[in-house]
């Protein structure tokens, strides 16, 4: 299952540098880039990837005097080039990278799988901090099923991954709080098939709600009960897909008992979530004009809008629940 929060985090300290004015934010984003290296050389991650990189007072955290968002790394490298730190500020760079994990000996593919991170303070202080965004690597799912095969295949990576890059920022890896998911360890994560999860079905507890909420603000004035359909259903949904090209994003869903809704495809990332607006729209205009959810769906089927396609055919899902799990996945 692909998460939009991070299953586990691990931090690293590395020595502080030296001259953070003239060269901080150039040697941050190279290290962000050798981190990239190491799980690219482990086929963790693929080609692709976009950056960030903000300085912000000291004493004005969160309003940003520079910043440069959702950039080629390679972009980004120049742009920080230029970026002079003086004592009192506060560095941050942030890559999103793609990647891969193996399931019974096939490539799965998310596009925001780990998230990399360096922090640098005005006086050289450094923290490099990496996050994972799905669970091959746990013996336990998600939802609480038993995958040991599939950690076998992926947790060794990992492992390697993790120790690599102790090696190169020679720091000891610290690994995070546990999260609502799981717990990590200085090599991965514990085995959740020995001591439980922290909380029952925590993607659908916690991670279905999130991606919702996120969807919604997206929408202009968020969700409204009057406006538009029920979210929710536990009947079987006839569902059709959204895509951009040959690209998956999402499904647009509706069931007999007048819901109707979109559910993202985690593996597609940021893009997942805009490419579901426009058919919400749609689906508030049809109930504006008193038409049924079921003949909300027909009247997207085949459309195009923005350059994202809802398909002529129709599937159907047992559940709500089924759907959304299906759009979990890699």
């Not at 190169?168 to 799981?182: I, K, Q, Y």
Request: proline letters at 6%; a negative charge.
């Amino acid at each position: 299952m692909i998460t939009t929060g991070p299953v586990g985090e691990w931090f690293w300290e590395p020595s502080p540098v030296l001259d953070a004015a003239a060269s901080g934010a150039s040697r941050a984003v190279a290290l962000v880039g050798e981190v990239r290296d190491v799980l690219a050389s482990l086929g963790l991650v693929g080609d692709g990837g976009t950056g960030s990189v903000e300085v912000c007072e000291l004493s004005a955290m969160g309003r940003p005097v520079f910043e440069r968002r959702d950039v080629p790394f390679d972009v980004l490298a120049g742009q920080a080039a230029a970026v002079r730190l003086l004592p009192d500020q506060f560095l941050t760079v942030f890559l999103r990278l793609p990647g891969e994990w193996v399931e019974a000996g096939v490539r799965r593919r998310a596009e925001e799988l780990f998230v990399v991170r360096v922090h640098l303070w005005g006086q050289g202080g450094m923290v490099l901090g990496m996050g994972v965004y799905a669970d091959p690597w746990l013996t336990q799912d998600l939802r609480e099923r038993p995958q040991p095969e599939v950690a076998a295949e992926n947790a060794p990576r990992l492992a390697a991954a993790l120790g690599r890059i102790s090696a190169l920022t020679r720091s000891e890896v610290d690994p995070g709080d546990e999260t609502r998911h799981a717990r990590p360890t200085p090599d991965g994560f514990a085995d959740l098939l020995a001591e439980g999860a922290a909380y029952a079905d925590s993607w659908g507890t916690f991670e279905v709600p999130a991606r919702w909420r996120r969807l919604m603000k997206l929408l202009p004035g968020g969700y409204g009960e009057e406006e538009d359909y029920e979210c929710t259903t536990e009947e079987p949904v006839r569902y059709a897909e959204v895509r951009c090209g040959e690209r998956l994003l999402g499904f647009l869903w509706a069931s007999v008992d007048g819901a109707a809704g979109y559910e993202p495809r985690s593996a597609a990332g940021d893009a997942a979530f805009g490419a579901g607006v426009p058919w919400l729209l749609r689906f508030r205009a049809a109930r504006s004009g008193g038409a049924g959810a079921p003949a909300a769906l027909d009247g997207c089927l085949g459309r195009t809008e923005a350059g994202v396609t809802v398909g002529a055919v129709v599937h159907r899902a047992p559940s709500l629940d089924a759907l959304q799990e299906l759009s979990g996945r890699g």
